[in-house]
């Protein structure tokens, strides 16, 4: 099969792509006071309902939310969007050129709150999960809880939305409301912050979610909105490579601890150059803030 030209390129097309889409979504969700646009759900008596404040069920939302404004992305640049088979698959979408089917783009969309404040303003998330480094990750021809295999995406993605929790004692959630109090429904959510990056670029060395194989986030809201994480601090442009290998073999490999004499696996980025032969020291890491 012939090799498709330039992917570098073609990677940074369709990063400021979806960038411009991550810049024009804040007016789509937000009032003119900054609040979700959303204020709960209607039935058929025309009552309305305020939304819980679930992390789950307010991602499921969004998500629902910008399908259209996805949609429009895709037509407007030429994309057809493919959505995984099966639920938990990767990744949220895909979008395939219809110029030429070969190239395919993974996007996931991931949510979360804004968790801790600097000097009054947003400085750190609950952070997110980015994937999977189990199966699919590892051998990137399988086709395990994976839309199309991991070696067909030219490139993986995720356009990540960060939000402000409002005062829950506003919110309640047994009151119904009528269309015309829809002014008066209060909002669970407010000050959308939304960015777009490759996902190593905003991976971590450490798991999203307890005892899953899943590659965690970094949490600090700056270096997401810039895209430095780990690897990026580490290697520049050269991190996604680094990125790739350790998590193909995060706890999977194991070292001798210094301190104790015993054995431990590798579940952090300095243990694992250090296993690979490389001076930490010499190394000069990027500035995130």
Known sequence: MKKIDDKAK?????????????????????TRDNQWVI?????????????TNDTKII???????????????????GYMMVFPDKQNWYPDITFISKKDARIKFAVDLKTTYVA?????????????TLG?????????????????????????????????????????????????????????????IFFAHEKWRIASDKRGSGNTANIGSIKKIEELIEGRGIFWQYFGEEGEKWFDEYWMNYGNITIKDDKTGKTKKITSLEDFLRFKGIDISKIKKRKTL
């Not at 979806?18 to 024009?24: K, P």
């Not at 204020?39 to 939304?51: E, L, P, S």
């Not at 404040?117 to 998330?125: A, D, L, Q, R, S």
């Open 10 to 30: 073609i990677k940074e097309e369709f990063l400021k792509q979806l960038q411009l889409l991550a810049n024009e979504l804040y007016s789509y969700v937000s």
């Open 39 to 51: 204020k709960g759900f209607i039935d058929v008596f025309k009552n309305i309902y305020t939304i």
């Open 59 to 77: 991602s499921k939302i969004i998500e629902i939310h910008l399908f259209p404004k996805f949609l429009e992305f895709a037509n407007k640049h």
């Open 116 to 128: 801790g404040y600097k000097k009054g303003k947003p400085y750190e998330c609950n952070g997110f």
């Open 132 to 192: 999977s480094h189990g199966t699919y990750f590892i051998n990137r021809q399988s086709t395990k809880n994976i839309q199309y295999p991991y070696s067909e995406y030219i490139g993986h993605y995720v356009l990540g939305i960060l939000y402000e929790r409002n005062n829950t004692s506003k919110v309640d959630e047994i009151h119904r409301y009528r269309p015309e109090k829809l002014e008066s429904v209060p909002s669970v959510i407010k000050n959308f």
